[in-house]
């Protein structure tokens, strides 16, 4: 960081380690200023970030009650539930995050060291850390009011919940590239991911499917990715269709389709 | 270096097509002092908005430079924080040391306790005042204007004129202004924008000249013709 003097330019590093430094300092300054502004002057203002992944987490429940569902799995309906949807909420909220970048950097992109990416990556942690404190709320409340608690393999849930959130991350950005160029990207992205909620292994297990629906169904990464923190998080559920791979591969995809977007854009 | 490669710039308005910048070029160095004369309504901001960056070319090319800073530009401020977040965010972004440029920018604003209260709760003019110390604190090579040069009331428009002035020694000004007298004492080159051209002028009085004679007659195309061929297209 340079030191202030009036007038002057501090001169820009060539040093790798100094500039990782710097891009490091942005990401950060970025990621400060999104939750200072929705905290507000009041941390009840931050509460409402876990509103809706909370909400929806009682609609379901309340549906599986309504329609006298029960878990699929030797496990209670809240675990299931939260095994489910804390890899959607992942996937959703980070593209939700990205895809407020464009307009959030609007009056930023005076500062040159402020990028579309700095604003990117910044999104995506400040929604992973998010998707963190949601998981630890639900699961909290469900051992604190109903006495469960499961995960089995923590780093296998946390596999699966992290290809969620960098399958929604790739995709949130390949849509915010589209924007700069195209209006309605934004709008058709979220157009597109409206069956995701319902095709991708919220409320049912990829092993409980017919042989000839799971082959359609898997071709949606996120089931991969929402099968895998499943298969982490409950003791008695062993996924048949989990590949890390496949949304490995839409994550590298998307990344690469987006790069080249971004690259015709400059030219 | 800063300015327009066939640039071309053009917004609706109305349903129809209203025209800021067509195939304009221009070039104007990192430290030069340049006035451009744009009538009131033809898009003075939209060029401003153009070279930080903010707004995109329909066609052609911007040039800016990395040191450019809007003056008493309030567009990097988020409402929901307080003047001293908004500052020391800004200090972070930018790779300033977060706490000297808070005091200079708490001191200059003259904004006192408000200073940590958040932007909700601040008038045009105080947003103004802590605008142009966040743009006098910063070290900036050039200055970009749009038409207004200070703020505030009497006594901190004379410290912004007085710190510009200042400021000025060591960096640059690009002034879009629909009032010649407001290019006059800052400005050393000078340009009018005619029918979504830039033109140059040999100096402030042949600008005020052609931005009278383009103002007096803003659809004929006479001033863009035979009047424009005496002058210098940027």
């Known amino acids: 960081m340079s030191s202030f003097r009036q007038g002057q330019v501090a001169p820009r590093s060539e040093n790798i380690a100094d500039r990782l430094y710097d ?8 990621a400060k200023r999104e939750v200072q502004s929705r905290f507000g002057q009041h941390a009840i203002g931050y509460a409402w970030t876990y509103v809706t992944p909370l909400a929806w987490i009682a609609v379901t429940y309340v549906g599986f009650m309504i329609f006298g569902r029960s878990s699929p799995v030797y496990t209670d309906t809240v675990t299931f539930i939260i095994s489910g949807l804390i890899p959607y909420v992942a996937f959703r909220s980070v593209i939700n995050g990205v895809g407020r970048v ?14 579309h990416a700095h604003g990117t990556i910044s999104a995506a ?16 409340l469900n051992l604190l009011v109903f006495g469960d608690w499961e995960l089995d393999r923590p780093l296998h849930f946390l596999a699966g919940v992290s290809l969620a959130w960098a399958l929604g991350l790739s995709y949130g950005y390949l849509f915010s590239v589209l924007a700069q160029s195209f209006s309605g990207a934004y709008p058709l992205s979220q157009t597109l991911l409206r069956p995701t909620f319902f095709i991708s292994g919220v409320f049912f297990t990829g092993n409980e499917l017919p042989d000839r629906v799971l082959d359609v169904l898997a071709l949606n990464p996120l089931l991969h990715a929402v099968e895998i923190a499943r298969d982490g998080m409950l003791f008695h559920y062993q ?13 590298a995809g998307l990344l690469l389709a987006a790069t080249v977007v971004r690259s015709l854009q400059r030219r | 270096m800063w300015g327009f490669v066939n640039c071309t710039r053009y917004y609706q308005s109305f349903g129809a097509p209203k025209v800021v910048l067509h195939e304009a070029n221009l070039a ?25 960056g903010v707004d995109r070319p329909d066609e052609g090319h911007v040039l800016r430079d ?3 800073w809007p003056l008493g530009y309030p567009g990097a401020f988020q409402a929901q924080l307080t003047g001293e977040e908004n500052i020391v965010n800004i200090a972070e972004m930018v790779g300033l040391e977060p706490l000297s440029y808070s005091a200079f920018c708490a001191d200059f604003s003259e904004l006192g306790e408000a200073y940590f209260s958040p932007l909700t709760l601040y008038t045009g003019r105080m947003r103004a005042q802590l605008a142009f110390a966040a743009s006098f604190g910063m070290p900036a090579t050039t200055y970009l204007a749009d038409e207004k040069l200070v703020a505030g009331d009497d006594a901190f428009k004379r410290k912004c004129a007085s710190a510009l002035k200042s400021r000025l020694d060591r960096a640059g000004l690009i002034l879009v202004a629909s009032n010649p007298k407001a290019t006059k004492d800052f400005c050393d080159r000078h340009a009018v924008l005619v029918n979504g051209k830039i033109i140059l002028c040999g100096d402030h009085d042949e600008a005020a000249e052609l931005f009278a004679a383009s103002a007096s007659d803003p659809q004929s195309d006479d001033v863009g013709e035979d009047e424009l061929a005496s002058f210098d297209l940027a």
């Open chain 1, 23 to 30: 891009h490091v300092h942005v990401i950060l300054a970025l």
């Open chain 1, 102 to 115: 464009n307009s959030g950097l609007r009056g930023l992109v005076i500062f040159p060291s402020v990028t």
């Open chain 1, 125 to 140: 942690l400040v929604e992973y850390v998010n998707v963190g404190i949601v998981f630890v709320i639900v699961a909290g």
């Open chain 1, 239 to 251: 996924s048949r269709v989990a590949s890390a791979f496949y949304p490995l591969a839409w994550i």
């Open chain 2, 28 to 52: 104007v160095r990192t430290d030069e002092r340049f006035g451009l004369l744009v009538r009131a309504g033809e898009g003075k901001s939209t060029i401003v908005r153009l070279l930080a």
């Open chain 2, 66 to 68: 990395e040191g450019g």
